[in-house]
Each structure stands twice: as C-alpha cells, then as structure tokens.
C-alpha cells in the first residue's frame, strides 16, 4: 500500500481512522474510483483492530464518500465536496519514510499477547503493599534473570536484578547512586545516545568521552581517575561496531584494578543476524559490570520496562535510589511482562522480529550496493551507518531529509566532529509493507546526492551536535 496515513492521537480510533481516510481522499491519494486497502491490511497499518478500521469504512459508506460492491471492495465513490474539505483537520507536514533510528517495527508490538498476560496479571494480583520490594515484583526478577542467562549468558539470580523503567531511567538511577558511593568521573563512548553525558553531569559526575574506532570503545584510556566507564560492548550504539575480545579483557582487567565499574548497555543483545550474540560482558565479571537492558527494542519504547543487573554490594544502595527517585516501576506491568517471558509469547517475539530485521538489514545491503553505498557495523541490531556524500549535513537537531526519507546523521550522536558525515539507518521502523519503498527511496537520493553537486547540501548548518 502507497498510502501514509497518520492518525491523530486525541481523538477516538474509530473517528482518527475515519478521519484519516477522508483526509486521504481529500487530496487526491486516493482518487475517486480507487480500490481502499483490505480492512485487515489497514488494520495492521495503523496498529487498530480490524473491527475499528471496518466501523470507520462503515461511517465513510454511509456518507456517501466511500462504496462497497460485493466481492470486489471498498472504492472511492466521490470527491469531497468543500463541507468535506472543512473536515478534515490540517496535519503537520510528515515526511513519507520514516527511518530514523531507535524504534522497532510499527505495527509489530504484539498487542493480543500483551493485553492477555495483562489480564492474567491483573486476575491474580493482591494490591496489598505489604510486600513492597525496591528491587521490582518478585515474579518479574525471576524471569529476567532466567531469561538473561538463556538468551545473552547474563550470571545472576532475582536477588541481583532491579526492575526500573528503561535504561533513560536506569541511568538517572546509578548516577544518583554511584555518586553518592563516591564516583566523580564516568567515561562515556563517543558517538552514544544523545543527552547521556547531562543525566551524568545533572548528578554531579564528571564525563569522559571516549573514543570509538573499529574494535570498539577505546578502553586504552581508561585510567584510575575513572570510577564508571559506560559501553555498549555487543553492539556499538550508533556505529555498529563489536568490542573486540581483547578490549573486553582489557577493560575488566582496569575495572579490577582501580576498583571501578563497567556499565554495560545491552539495548539490542538479542538482535544479531549472522551468528549467536557474544554473551554478556557481565557474565565474565558479575561483580564489576552493572547490566541493563529493556524493552525498547524487543516490544515497544513507551513501555517503559527495563532492567539492572548488579553486583552485590551495589544491589541495596541502586534498589534504595529507583525508590526514592522514580517511586519504583508500574507493578501490573512488571507483572505482565513476567507472564509473556513465561509463556514463551516475549522469545517468541524477539525470534520473530530478529528474522524480519535479519531479512532488512540483508536488503539494505542490496539496495545499497546497486547505488554504489556500503553500510557498516555488523550484521545486527536495528541501524546501519551509511556515509554520506561530502558536506552532507542535517539540521540542527541532527534530522537528515534524504528526498522522501528522514534519517539521524551520526553527528546527532556524537560530542566530537571527528566523523565523517554518516546517516544512521533506523531500518527497523517502517512497517513491513512501507519498508522497500523506504529504502529504495533513500538509496535514490544518495545515488542522485553522490553525483550532484546541486543534491549534496540539504540543510543550511555547517555543523552537528549531540541532540
Ligand atoms: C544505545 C541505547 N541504549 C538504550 C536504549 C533504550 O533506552 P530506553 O530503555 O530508555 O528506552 C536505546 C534506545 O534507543 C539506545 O539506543
């Protein structure tokens, strides 16, 4: 389907399908005579229930804008007139293909599953409070901890697992937390996710930047001044890169040695194409790595479902912090999320996704490849880099406008300038039936970018900066 229907999230489903339609009528997407998508198509489109896109098409028939003939579908019956044009609300400017990186599939989260552990949950919940834990429901800690050791080697029990609302909020968390065991600087790789440097710095910890080349975060220059040194060892957030097995000895051994601790962001372990992940760092030194993971990538970011793993003397004081800072994590949730673990539904998704995001990444490559582009980073995870044609730059904000795509440049991600200009490919994001066009549309503008001088500068800065 070539259709980009928005829906507006104030209103009910029912009339945003409606209404989204109508708009879509309206201007000219699909004109009069032409077959609307099957109701079941739209339905995954739009991440409704069939029965609500079937109600809203029943609305459209009835006034006259849409007709159904037997057998052969729903078609656009009119043009609409102006009373229709006044009704349908103006929208911001979207860009067509989205593939800016961070999100999973659109569309995918497995919304049945959720909503029956949810109920399974809440039928055997006692909301007493008496039992209150810092550390996260029982029953959630227990699967984490047998689910991190099957799927990615992690060496822990329930009594080491805090359940706290994402790695954003677990790293507000230990900041708090390693501050107050004494830590004043924290090592931080450059490129990373934006902003993490100020959670660290809003606590009063010092950061570091360090640097990342082919092997992984430099962790040659980490010395005794560093109490923490924050990395992303399985998957290089946003260059794709893997710690090689030589820097993960390396970076242990100065952890022992100056008696600090590694933060290890395992945001996308379970992702890798080619091969079975590298296990954990953790796993090599439960008592020095503080693990944390979370739902963002496997089922949806708004969730907001993550975990910790820490060594025993920091399990109390960061159990003690998320109390005090966050109030502790929504407990249906927690509990929700232990029933899909133990009902095989959550592994069942990730295998799911991971071959669809397998069968992606392979396609980019192809696509790429016709347009003379390589990616970079290894196969895995929900991004690629792909370089940019010189003087390529995004906006401010670091958002790239590749003709119909909108992409994240690397300078987005990145403290230094020491990059050369790269986008990074959220090929995860676009639902299944938008993602070839997505990328074909941006492997057009880099072949047209890459010979035309006139192509190359998108944006007016010159620069890039951490967003
Ligand atoms: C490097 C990295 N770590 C962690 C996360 C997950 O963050 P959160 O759990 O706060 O959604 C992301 C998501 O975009 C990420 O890119």
Partial sequence: MDLFLSLDPS?????????????????????????????????TELGV????????????????????????????????????????????????????PGRPEAGSFPLARWSAALRRAAAGWTPTGADEDARGSLELRAQLAAYLARARGVETTPDSVVVCAGYRSATNVLAVALRGQ???????????????????????????????????????????????????????????????????????SWAAASRSVVIEDDYDGEFRFDRRPVAALQRSAPDRVIYIGSTSKSLD???????????????????????????????????????????????????????EYA??????????????????????????IVPLPPRSHGDEGGTLRAGDAMLHTLGRYSRTDDHPPSAVVGFATPPRSQFDAAIHAFARWLREASGSDAARVIAPSPRHHAG
Avoid: N
């Fill in 49 to 100: 229930a069939r029965g609500t896109v079937t109600a809203a098409i029943d609305d459209l028939v009835a006034d006259g804008v849409l007709v159904t003939r037997e057998r052969a579908g729903t078609f656009v019956a009119r043009a609409p007139g102006a009373s229709d044009a006044a009704r349908v609300a103006p929208v911001e400017p979207t860009m067509r293909w989205d593939l800016r």
């Fill in 301 to 355: 970011p708004r969730l907001r479902l993550g975990w910790m793993v820490l060594p025993p003397d920091l399990v109390g004081p960061v159990a003690a912090t998320t109390l005090a800072l966050t109030g502790g994590v929504p407990e249906l949730d927690q509990l929700a999320l232990a029933e899909l673990i133990r009902s095989g539904d959550y592994e069942r998704h990730i295998r799911r996704q991971r071959r």
């Fill in 359 to 384: 069968r992606r990444r392979v396609l980019l490559d192809q696509v790429l490849a016709q347009a003379g582009s390589t990616a970079t980073g290894i196969s895995a995870g929900l991004q690629a």
């Fill in 11 to 43: 209103i009910a489903k029912r009339r945003a399908v409606e209404t989204a339609l109508r708009r879509s009528v309206a201007l000219g997407q699909l004109p009069v005579g032409s077959r609307v998508p099957g109701t079941r198509e739209l339905a």
């Fill in 182 to 252: 004494g830590a004043e600087r924290v090592a931080i790789e450059d490129p990373a996710l934006p902003a993490l440097d100020t959670a660290w710095r809003w606590a009063g910890v010092q950061t570091v930047d360090l640097p990342v080349d082919a092997a992984g975060a430099r962790v040659d220059l980490l010395d005794s001044s560093i109490d923490a040194a924050v990395l992303t060892p399985a998957h290089q957030f946003p260059l794709g890169v893997v710690l090689s097995a030589a820097r993960r000895r390396d970076v242990l």
